[in-house]
């Protein structure tokens, strides 16, 4: 039941005490006639159902959660009760300089561990998701080559098996977006990628490893082409997990970075945000940085603003919360523990795709990163069960399922992203159930189809919601 | 697969029907059931031109979003507003659930008979 | 020293001896070798909690948190209810991925259209979606879905967040919107060079209102003139001011953004916040991001799903209206919560506290040596000119651990009263910039 349908007039929480001073109201030609219909609820009522509403979320803590690409590791604890210290929460962004040193210093201390982290020079955090950070990026590279005067580069390469977000963001930037199609293992075609890359091209969007899950090797001769080209290589962060503090996208040869603070750096996600997204480039495009920079003068922090900055990507210095909670998390793994936290993501994910490619074929049968993708397409034609199917089932086992029908080149995909946070016996438990139902997909493929069963509602009906959308409660007056 | 003998098709697989200086513009059976359920179209406005072969609007299913193309060059005479609260009409009956008329032709692509359209869909599936 | 990785070095052996390996560089083998960090990373040693609670415990401690603030310019501080605190803890929540599997997000899903219609109801508007950024960013989306094919011009007014227009001017560069600045006058948008400035290139106008300085605009006015060009018309709000104040849809807005922070989210630095976006029910298919909406399951009970996905990146790629894919959830979530405690009640009661008493404070700076700029009525912020020096009324008030207003320059600083400023510490802050 909806908050509206459970409030009734006249009920409410005490929250503000009455007015102090004489009362002014706006003159009549500007004051709301429209009726309000904020709920009328007591905070026992409200509570309650939040917390309903709560029980009907599935959060991280309520299982293994092995999403592909979007990284749901633990989000610890201590990180929370930091975010949450006055000190923090209670600092409007305007206060004179000298009373948020505090606040300045988290922001140096994260820019110099995530561009050592990257093997970048320099970091905006200003950017308020990924998909934030590859706008930031691009208009790097856009203000880098009107710099240059090269008003002729107007393509982006993006591969086919790239996320949505990359051409999105390459036309939110003005750019023309020149698809790469990868080859059979998986990995960037370099032939393809040489006859692409013309004086035109602005630069490449690319995520190592993939979105397959494999490091492509030739990484370095992919960086060069787009270099000789005149063009510009941006790191999408989405896959950073795998490599921390083994290899960085700097040595790679990009020259622009985005992360995503709320996957790699265990920030909460809060059910779709906030998260954070930075931005970092090599020392040559730190002048067209968005925002500001902190800098030490002596024992004080101040900001400084790039010199030919693109401006603001949006209000203040970024999702600030966020990065104090991944600030904390840097501090408490350092040196030693981020690459231990990479190698065991790789370490889980292979174990967890050992333990499933005799019964599941595997897009790409190699060792792969901290996450393996499946085709499901032979399970469909034998037996009717689709990847949906299976993701529909694995919601009666309480595991959530792996993102679904992604990359778009891997017919009926299942990507596995198990995290470093996992126990071998989660992942045990988690392919006995994976095998479970493929053994039902054969043997009982009506119920699956049927899938879920146990969860509060059943399948929705989403194509009457897009047909006819219904996106608001109505009033009846 | 439906076809309609009187009606002529595009390797994208739209329809169109000429009748005089007016051409009609439509999605196939077989488009229409590779897309799924459809939820929404775009379409263009009255008085809109059209190219040959490039798009002219789009139709959405909940997880697919594709381009409708033009085989004609022209000026959008009509446009099926219906379509827009009812794009179920384009699964249920697609030879009538037109999208566009179109007049003052210039140019128009070689299309296609329903046989031959048949043979190119069904090769097009090997 | 923390890493939060449950298994031990001798499972992880275990493990990787069960598929043939015998050390974790195995699995590494794709990478060259010469590509390598070869002496790791230079980062400090990892610690324990109580380490890093207590060097996170000093840093925070190095800022300086005012007893009283008088300062908006685009964050505000506000009273937030407990309960608010108290659901945005819940682990379920919190640590929720986007509700694309609709079964198990039921709970998330319906918060979110909870928390649309109650955009909806605030602005008047027909459909919202489920969040973007922050203001400034809402207003740069907001001048993105308006463009056409005809109409690539958007006109954007001087007197509004400074932020906000330098956020639409960065978009802009990107897109290749022609962008145009409508220049203030008496603290409001010129109506004359908006006027002169309109044709049918004109894709939409954005302002704020109340404005930068607190001064509410002749908004219907603008309506009018906007839409006699075809255009577009935007309204950037504050959504604590829709208490009492008229609505964008009253005043002929066809889109409603702004800044959500003032409902129950804390001034944290600058973020997170979140952008509130709305319109009229012909633009609902141009929103960008994520929309619930609700329909019924495979046996007929309500439910909700995420739904017009074939906007979004995910399924148009380069043609999506945005690239947005994450946004602010969770926040959207804590505004729900603050309007729910509210009510239509405490929701009034803020939005005329925040005049009375910006009103209250600005008699008073008069008695004090300040003038107030604002010709008409303004909301919950205003302008000074006086000839004291800005630093050191500022300084002056900050010695008594007071945020005052926001410097505009040597002589003008914009104020700003909440629900959250007593008439004590309004007297105190007179008493104080009396004396420099």
């Known amino acids: 039941m909806l908050l509206f349908e459970k409030s009734r007039e006249g009920r409410g929480c005490a929250i503000l005490p009455e007015c102090d001073v004489p009362v002014v109201l706006p003159q009549e030609k500007d004051a709301r006639?429209?009726?309000?219909?904020?709920?009328?609820?007591?905070?026992?009522?409200?509570?309650?159902?939040?917390?309903?509403?709560?029980?009907k979320t599935r959060g991280v803590n309520d299982g293994f959660y092995p999403l592909g690409s979007c990284t749901m590791k633990y989000n610890p604890r201590v990180n929370e009760q930091i975010a949450a210290l006055e000190g923090f929460n209670q600092i409007h962004p305007l206060q004179p300089q000298g009373t948020v040193q505090g606040c300045m210093e988290v922001m140096a201390l994260a820019e110099k561990y995530l561009c050592e982290i990257t093997g970048m020079d320099h970091m905006t955090l200003q950017p308020a998701a990924g998909a934030h950070g590859e706008l930031t990026g691009l208009l790097l590279m856009k203000a880098y080559h009107t710099s240059k005067g090269n008003t002729h580069k107007t393509k982006i390469l993006v591969p086919d098996s790239a996320h949505g977000t990359n051409p999105a963001s390459a036309a939110m930037a003005g750019y023309t977006v020149v698809s790469i199609p990868s080859g059979d293992d998986g990995c960037v075609d370099i032939e393809k990628l040489k006859e692409a890359a013309g004086d035109d091209i602005a630069g490449l969007m690319l995520t190592n490893p993939n979105t397959v899950g494999l490091f492509d090797k030739n990484i370095r001769e992919i960086t060069q082409?787009?270099?000789?080209?005149?063009?510009?290589?941006?790191?999408?962060?989405?896959?950073?997990?795998?490599?921390?503090?083994?290899?960085?996208?700097?040595?790679?040869?990009?020259?622009?970075?985005?992360?995503?603070?709320?996957?790699?750096?265990?920030?909460?996600?809060?059910?779709?945000?906030?998260?954070?997204?930075?931005?970092?480039?090599?020392?040559?495009?730190?002048?067209?940085?968005?925002?500001?920079?902190?800098?030490?003068?002596?024992?004080?922090?101040?900001?400084?603003?790039?010199?030919?900055?693109?401006?603001?990507?949006?209000?203040?210095?970024?999702?600030?919360?966020?990065?104090?909670?991944?600030?904390?998390?840097?501090?408490?793994?350092?040196?030693?523990?981020?690459?231990?936290?990479?190698?065991?993501?790789?370490?889980?994910?292979?174990y967890m795709m050992n333990q499933l490619k005799d019964l599941y074929t595997?897009?790409?049968?190699?060792?792969?990163?901290?996450?393996?993708?499946?085709?499901?397409?032979?399970l469909k034609k034998d037996t009717g069960i689709s990847a949906m199917d299976i993701a529909k089932g694995l919601l009666d086992n309480n595991i959530h399922p792996p993102t679904m029908y992604f990359p778009l080149?891997?017919?009926?995909?299942?990507?596995?992203?198990?995290?470093?946070?996992?126990?071998?016996?989660?992942?045990?438990?988690?392919?006995?159930?994976?095998?479970?139902?493929?053994?039902?997909?054969?043997?009982?493929?009506?119920?699956?189809?049927?899938?879920?069963?146990?969860?509060?509602?059943?399948?929705?009906?989403?194509?009457?919601?897009?047909?006819?959308?219904?996106?608001?409660?109505?009033?009846?007056? | 697969m439906e076809l309609k003998a009187e009606l002529k098709y595009t390797k994208s697989h739209e329809w169109i029907a000429k009748d005089g200086d007016v051409a009609t513009i439509g999605l196939t059976d077989y488009a229409q059931s590779e897309l799924g359920d459809l939820v929404f179209v775009n379409l263009p406005e009255e008085g809109d031109e059209v190219t040959v072969g490039e798009a002219f609007g789009d139709v959405e299913?909940?997880?697919?979003?594709?381009?409708?193309?033009?085989?004609?060059?022209?000026?959008?005479?009509?446009?099926?507003?219906?379509?827009?609260?009812?794009?179920?009409?384009?699964?249920?009956?697609?030879?009538?659930?037109?999208?566009i008329k179109v007049t003052d032709i210039s140019e128009e692509e070689e299309l296609l008979s329903a046989e031959e359209y048949e043979k190119f869909v069904e090769e097009s599936e090997e | 020293m923390g890493s939060y990785i449950p298994n031990t070095g001798k499972e992880q052996l275990e493990m990787l001896k069960s598929m043939g390996y015998s050390s974790m560089d195995d699995l590494f083998a794709a990478i060259p070798d010469d590509m390598k960090l070869k002496d790791g990373l230079a980062l400090p040693e990892g610690k324990s909690e109580l380490e890093v609670s207590r060097i996170m415990k000093g840093i925070a401690a190095k800022?300086?948190?005012?007893?009283?603030?008088?300062?908006?310019?685009?964050?505000?501080?506000?009273?937030?209810?407990?309960?608010?605190?108290?659901?945005?803890?819940?682990?379920?929540?919190?640590?929720?991925?986007?509700?694309?599997?609709?079964?198990?997000?039921?709970?998330?899903?319906?918060?979110i259209f909870e928390y649309q219609t109650m955009i909806c109801d605030l602005t008047g508007m027909d459909a919202s979606n489920a969040s973007v950024y922050d203001g400034a960013e809402a207003a740069a989306e907001g001048i993105a879905m308006c463009r056409d094919k005809k109409r690539n011009r958007a006109l954007i007014s001087a007197a509004v967040l400074p932020a906000a227009l330098e956020t639409v001017k960065t978009y802009c560069f990107g897109n290749e919107i022609e962008l145009e600045i409508i220049p203030e006058k008496n603290g409001v948008t010129d109506l004359d060079y908006l006027k002169e400035h309109m044709d049918k290139s004109v894709a939409c106008v954005y302002i704020q209102h109340p404005n930068y300085y607190g001064n509410l605009e002749d908004a219907e006015a603008i309506g009018e003139i906007v839409h006699e060009s075809g255009a577009k018309y935007i309204m950037g709000v504050n959504p604590i001011s829709l208490g009492v104040l008229k609505t964008p849809a009253e005043y002929g807005a066809d889109i409603a953004v702004g800044e959500g922070q003032p409902l129950g989210l804390p001034m944290a630095f600058g973020g997170p916040y979140l952008g509130f976006m709305a319109c009229r029910e012909k633009?609902?298919?141009?929103?960008?991001?994520?929309?619930?909406?609700?329909?019924?399951?495979?046996?007929?009970?309500?439910?909700?799903?995420?739904?017009?996905?074939?906007?979004?990146?995910?399924?148009?790629?380069?043609?999506?209206?945005?690239?947005?894919?994450?946004?602010?959830?969770?926040?959207?979530?804590?505004?729900?919560?603050?309007?729910?405690?509210?009510?239509?009640?405490?929701?009034?009661?803020a939005a005329t506290q925040c005049m009375s008493k910006a009103h209250y404070l600005a008699d008073q700076l008069t008695g004090a040596g300040f003038a107030v700029e604002n010709k008409g009525d303004f909301f919950h912020e205003f302008v000074t000119v006086s000839s004291k020096d800005t630093d050191k009324v500022l300084a002056a008030l900050e010695k008594e651990n007071i945020l005052g207003g926001q410097k505009l320059d040597d002589h003008r600083i914009l104020w700003c009263c909440t629900e959250m400023n007593t008439k004590e510490d309004m007297d105190l802050l007179v008493r104080i910039v009396k004396e420099v």
Request: aromatic content about 8%; hydrophobic content about 40%; charged content about 20%.
């Open chain 1, 33 to 55: 006639k429209q009726p309000l219909h904020m709920p009328a609820l007591s905070e026992p009522e409200l509570s309650r159902h939040y917390t309903e509403l709560a029980h």
């Open chain 1, 225 to 350: 082409i787009v270099h000789d080209c005149g063009g510009l290589c941006y790191y999408d962060g989405a896959n950073l997990n795998a490599v921390m503090g083994i290899v960085r996208p700097g040595d790679m040869g990009f020259d622009i970075v985005h992360l995503n603070l709320h996957k790699t750096f265990s920030t909460p996600h809060g059910g779709g945000g906030p998260g954070a997204g930075p931005v970092g480039c090599k020392e040559e495009l730190a002048q067209f940085l968005p925002s500001v920079l902190v800098e030490k003068d002596g024992d004080d922090l101040h900001f400084t603003k790039p010199e030919h900055s693109i401006g603001e990507m949006k209000s203040f210095y970024g999702n600030f919360l966020v990065v104090v909670k991944a600030l904390t998390y840097i501090l408490t793994l350092g040196r030693e523990g981020i690459p231990q936290a990479s190698s065991n993501a790789v370490l889980n994910a292979n």
């Open chain 1, 362 to 378: 595997m897009a790409y049968d190699d060792i792969c990163m901290h996450e393996f993708v499946m085709s499901l397409a032979d």
């Open chain 1, 409 to 477: 080149i891997v017919e009926e995909a299942l990507m596995v992203e198990p995290t470093e946070t996992e126990s071998r016996e989660t992942l045990d438990e988690a392919v006995a159930v994976f095998r479970q139902l493929h053994a039902q997909a054969a043997a009982d493929p009506e119920g699956l189809h049927h899938a879920p069963t146990k969860t509060p509602v059943t399948r929705l009906d989403e194509v009457g919601a897009a047909r006819h959308p219904h996106l608001r409660y109505h009033f009846e007056d």
């Open chain 2, 61 to 99: 299913s909940v997880k697919a979003a594709s381009d409708v193309y033009s085989p004609v060059t022209g000026t959008v005479s009509a446009v099926n507003e219906e379509l827009l609260d009812a794009p179920e009409s384009i699964n249920e009956a697609p030879y009538d659930a037109w999208f």
């Open chain 3, 63 to 111: 800022n300086r948190v005012f007893s009283s603030i008088f300062r908006g310019a685009g964050a505000y501080n506000h009273y937030i209810p407990a309960v608010v605190s108290s659901v945005l803890s819940n682990e379920s929540v919190q640590t929720a991925y986007t509700p694309y599997q609709a079964e198990i997000s039921q709970g998330l899903l319906q918060s």
């Open chain 3, 283 to 349: 633009m609902m298919r141009k929103l960008p991001g994520r929309i619930v909406g609700q329909t019924v399951d495979a046996d007929g009970k309500t439910g909700y799903v995420l739904t017009l996905q074939a906007r979004e990146q995910h399924i148009r790629r380069e043609k999506a209206s945005s690239n947005i894919c994450s946004n602010q959830a969770l926040c959207a979530l804590a505004v729900g919560v603050y309007l729910a405690a509210m009510g239509n009640e405490g929701l009034e009661k």
